[in-house]
């Protein structure tokens, strides 16, 4: 699998996106900054989820196991990791949203769960982008008041992140595409479409021709120019760019016969 990848920090002490790749798999994942004041009923902050939360997918993403399976297990290798010194039942714990691909005979499986977005072109070349927008439709409209986030993280008819809750993998939208290219993005980058009025086919377009790098250069850009309607001026930005090489296609098809 070639792999094309950028990750740039924003307004905040870190960046708390991370991204990974295998032979045949990949993620991205962005970690929900906690609100000032938030008691999160935990000694570690999103950086230490977002490290261990990578590492156990490093893990699980290279068994056969369902792509649901795999996130599930992760989060539940996270959970022990977090010792006896954290209450793990606080709905504010530290949270990540997620997206997951790992090839599958003739395409690749993808899981989206929350706000991060895979992109792709179907095989009629109409770009697509898979993002989980529950948590934009929540009761009220925005802003939404920090009770409201809080009851309806991680529990039904609200929205769900990868945190304390093995059961939110399940909750993920998931689905198997048939082609061989794909990007993962935080949505640091998608603000490109969901601020910016521009379409995924731009972004697609842009990405395969300038690369992972100049996308996020592109996103920093129209930040300067236009400013954001909610959130940092600057988010933490990532994405990754996937093409599964001829070969490579060929030797999967066979073995899946």
Not at 46 to 71: F, K, N
Not at 209 to 236: C, F, I, N, T
Request: overall charge negative; charged content about 25%.
């Amino acid at each position: 699998m070639r792999i094309r990848q950028a990750s740039r920090r924003g307004v905040g002490a870190h960046n708390e996106d991370r991204l990974g790749a295998g032979a045949n798999w990949a993620f991205v994942l962005d970690g929900a900054t906690a609100p000032s004041g938030v008691d999160s009923g935990c000694i570690h902050d999103v950086s230490w989820l977002v490290d261990q939360l990578a590492e156990a997918l490093r893990i699980t993403l290279s068994t056969p196991m369902p792509l649901t399976d795999a996130l599930a297990v992760a989060i539940e290798r996270v959970r022990y990791a977090h010792g006896g010194s954290c209450d793990l039942d606080n709905p504010d714990s530290p949270s990540a949203t997620v997206a997951l691909a790992r090839r599958h005979e003739e395409g690749f499986d993808y899981l989206v769960l929350a706000d991060t977005a895979v992109v792709f072109a179907d095989e009629d070349g109409t770009v697509r982008a898979v993002s989980d927008d529950r948590v934009d439709r929540l009761p009220g409209g925005r802003p939404y008041s920090r009770e409201l986030v809080r009851k309806s993280r991680n529990a039904p008819g609200g929205f769900w992140v990868a945190s304390t809750v093995p059961e939110a993998a399940y909750e993920a939208l998931t689905g198997t595409v048939r082609t061989s290219e794909f990007a993962l993005m935080s949505d640091g980058c998608s603000r490109l479409v969901d601020y910016y009025g521009h379409t995924w086919e731009q972004v697609w377009e842009h990405l395969r021709l300038h690369g992972p790098h100049s996308l996020v250069d592109w996103v920093r850009a129209e930040e300067r120019r236009h400013g954001v309607a909610l959130g940092k001026l600057h988010d933490d930005a990532t994405v990754l760019h996937a093409v599964f090489a001829p070969e490579q296609i060929r030797r999967l098809a066979r073995s899946a016969r």
